[in-house]
């Protein structure tokens, strides 16, 4: 069985430039959450989808922004891009939404220049 | 809030030996706590989930330990190997699902 997926592994962008990073989870979890880490630090929660619709957030401005679709794939968008978003941004997949096990994608590396 | 701390932030041991790897959080409200490694720019590869019902989980060299009481994890590494060299993270879930983490311990094994 595939484990999650994210793309792309690798861009970079200039700030102020908008940017989508996509996560398919595995085949039969319903629930997505969104990470970012930055380096040296422990991954910050950003977002949580279950049944396409957002049943938690973090401590993110309001640029951060994402949706799931309903085959369960997520979209994490973010607006007005600054330095400081520069980071590793990973994508969680689990059976529900309570604490079940979490499964993590190999993550979208993202350099803001 | 919840918060999980990790120490050391950094350890060196040579090959072979037996170690301890510290997690602390200040919420025992938990539900479960997991153990992850990460290698150097790579996503997150789960090690052990304990439930929060249970006090260890083993999976050959590891052995992980809960006391949800005293607010601690410990992840023990027997027999170290340099192939055992990653970033060590610990975690623990909320009611929703949410996750919050260490900053990790990056340990280092040589050989």
């Known amino acids: 069985d595939a484990g999650v997926t994210q793309s792309p592994t690798h861009l970079i962008k200039t700030r102020g430039q908008h940017v989508t990073l996509r996560c398919s989870p595995i085949?039969?979890?319903?629930?997505v959450s969104w990470y970012q880490q930055v380096l040296g630090q422990g991954p910050q929660f950003i977002f949580q989808y279950y049944e396409k619709e957002e049943r938690g957030r973090g401590n993110f401005p309001d640029r951060f922004s994402a949706r799931q679709f309903p085959n369960y794939s997520s979209e994490l968008n973010v607006n007005a891009l600054l330095l400081g978003d520069s980071a590793l941004y990973l994508c969680?997949?689990?059976?529900?939404?309570?604490?079940?096990?979490?499964?993590f994608g190999q993550g979208t590396r993202l350099t803001v220049v | 809030k919840q918060e999980v701390t990790q120490i050391p932030a950094a350890l060196s041991v040579p090959e072979g030996e037996n170690l301890v790897l510290n997690c602390s959080f200040t919420d025992s409200a938990i539900y479960n706590l997991q153990w992850f490694r990460q290698d150097p720019g790579k996503g997150l590869t789960s090690l052990l989930l304990i439930q929060s019902s249970q006090r260890e989980q083993t999976s050959g060299r590891l052995n992980a330990s809960l006391d949800k009481s005293s607010g601690r994890s410990t992840l023990y590494i027997a027999a170290s190997q340099p192939g055992d060299s990653a970033t060590y993270l610990c975690?623990?879930?909320?009611?929703?699902?949410?996750?919050?983490f260490g900053q990790g311990t990056e340990l280092s094994v040589k050989p």
């Open positions: 085949s039969g979890h319903k629930s």
């Open positions: 969680a997949s689990s059976l529900d939404r309570g604490p079940t096990e979490a499964f």
């Open positions: 975690a623990v879930y909320n009611q929703g699902g949410k996750l919050i």
